[in-house]
């Protein structure tokens, strides 16, 4: 098992250092184009594992920019201090509600090392990306939103596309359902403006708790304190004086959105693999930029997945479904959502012990929004692997008795197949049930643990060839 690294992980820059030191960042110091090179040269490392990449040499921006800084299994565990296998249980175990701690405001904030308001702002300063040649102009992809709810007082963070609209507009992705899109229409109902801080880098563990969704109205800064093991160091802003982020954020807007203000935005290549259509959504104005001294912006593709958004939001959603199967009584032995399914497949191993137990896999699972397809086998199949899938699929498996489809279930709101019923987005969902019949023949049989571990040993001593394709 993998000793926890020991490295007290602050903010971004403590990340970079521990990445090093596993020598998995590279630093790119030759000139690279980062409104029009970033996006595919980002994808391409992706696709072929590559490590993070740092450009500190960019055409257009005083910046450097870090990209796929999360965008694997491996460093996420890295991150929680454990290896791959043990990723989901150690991110249930530091999510814990009782484990939420509230953050401690910082007695110094990196993130105010550099001032500048109003006239003085340019939020192109920062490198400005599109990251895909169909994309409707440059966006910031890995900003953290915050905004309070004027109602119940609770602030949320998310993260969210942001397009550069000029100097000092950007539009904010989001809608009504959200946390962030409720808390700033619930000013607009009042006619007053929204007050938003965006954030870039800081704190890791605040990205993960603002992908997360612990459920509406809780604060995520909570949460990001669970996580992390202690609070977390906080400012507040310089005109959203109500507004708390973390102190060692690298770069941080501060504005409002004014009531029904809207511009277009889009189309943008989403996670999905499918090119949104243009819209219109929220403007925030920028009114003051803070930031540290050679500041490190953050930034990631969307395409077709997996991506990095969706390798994070899939332990997101496996966490979270393991936790509510658990806790409903179905003893669940893995949930793995499948890559490449953008969050919408996911196969369920249980040790089943009546049909309720299908029955509560069926109504728990298909409520998870992105969640689409489930396949749900006994324990003795490691879902994670595709072979195994198939290998049920195709012996425990009866289409004319195991499918269960679900019409009209809620779908989230750029899937493509979606369609408008009493105005929510809705899709079939199914189920396919391929816990095994008490009628099947043959006894299926499995290799002790200890033989599988003696038969590697025995090749990687004699043997020592590196896997072929
Ligand atoms: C890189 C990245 C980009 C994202 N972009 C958006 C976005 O533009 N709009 C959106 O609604 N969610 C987006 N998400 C997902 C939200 O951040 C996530 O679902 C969050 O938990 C929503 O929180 P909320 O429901 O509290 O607002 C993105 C996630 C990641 C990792």
Redesign the pocket.
Known sequence: MRKPHGVDLNDLRDWIGLLKQEEDLVEIDIPVDEVHAIGPITRSAFKRNLPVLHFRNLLHSEASLLVNAFASRRRLALLLGTEEGHLVQEYIKRSDRNRWCLPQVAEKAPCKEKKNFHEAVDIRRFPQTVWNPCDGGPYF??GMVRVRNPENGTA?V????LQVKDRNHLTI???KE????RAIWKYWERGEPAPVVVTFGGDPFYLLA????PGPDED?MALAGGIKGHPLEVAYGEICRDLDFPAGAEVVFEGVVHPESYADEGPFGEVNGYLSEQGVAPVMEIQAITHREDPVFSG?Y?GIPPV??TV??DLMIEATLTKTLLKSGVDVAQIHIVPGSGGHQAAISIRKRNESDLRRVIRFSMAVLPIKQVLVTDADVDVSIPEQRQWVLSTRFDPAKDIHLIPHAPAINIDPMAQELDGKKTVTKMVLDATRPEWAKGNPFIIAKSLVEQAEEFLNKYVPFAPRD
């Open positions: 992809t890995m949320n998310s993260v969210n596309r992705f989001t809608n959200r946390g962030l899109g603002a992908i997360d969704t995520e990631t969307a990095e958004t994070i939001q």
